[in-house]
């Protein structure tokens, strides 16, 4: 089976293309750098030529409100028409967990628009809500942290898990039937945001403080204790978040 993953020499991708070509399948993966561009549709029906599946694991390379709606909308609408055009037959998206509870935030606008196009577009396609990866802890502190060296966090609950995990998800998604709805994935531990990062900080001698504040805002989105959540019927990574951050250096 012949899948092309879009944004596939990211994180994700790059793990998704690995796991499908290790089980046989033909993995391609596709990027600006590889010559596809799906903003200007360079490249598209050439690298889709003849193939089952599409994953798409792109992100916006700029998260400002304008930008990040213009990519998703854009890339999104020129990757379907190539489907359509080349008899694709599944289109595989990742996504967020809560996204529908976000629309504060500019970013998550601009993923329900492209989730809400993915729905409208007549592909069968998959997708799958993940919670925040253990790798974006590092962001989310670096973009709550405020000029006095202090990290304003709500002190809500969080249920990440590791790339690896999400990756497994998107692949298994990508070789199985269309389900033309959600899914969403987490890690198997839940956390208080703020003590989360906190013990992080401290770990790493980090000499930042973590300040709980229910009124810090989450990419410019207010947040209640459980909009970051799954449902209970998630489908649960393996990995726990203390066993990976123990082989980080």
Known sequence: MKVVVIGGTGL???????????????????????????????????????????????????????????????????????????????????????????????????????????????VPYSIVHATQFFEFMKGIAAGATKDDNTVHLAPIKIQPIYSDDVATAVGRAAIGEPVDGVFEVAGPDTFQLDELIRTGLEAKNDPRTVVADSKAPYFGAQLQETTLLPAADARVGETRFADWFAQQP
């Open 12 to 122: 994700i991708g790059s793990k998704v293309v690995s796991k499908l070509a290790a089980h046989d399948h033909e993995a391609v993966p596709a990027s600006p750098d590889s010559g596809v561009n799906t903003l200007t549709g360079e490249g598209l029906a050439e690298v889709l030529k003849d193939a089952s599946v599409v994953v798409d694991v792109s992100n916006s390379p700029s998260f400002a409100d304008d930008d990040v709606m213009e990519f998703f909308r854009t890339s999104t609408t020129n990757l379907l028409k190539a489907e359509k055009e080349a008899g694709v037959t599944h289109h595989v998206a990742l996504s967020v967990v809560g996204t529908d509870r976000l629309q504060e935030s500019g970013y998550f606008r601009a993923k329900q628009v492209q989730e809400e196009l993915i729905k409208d577009s007549g």
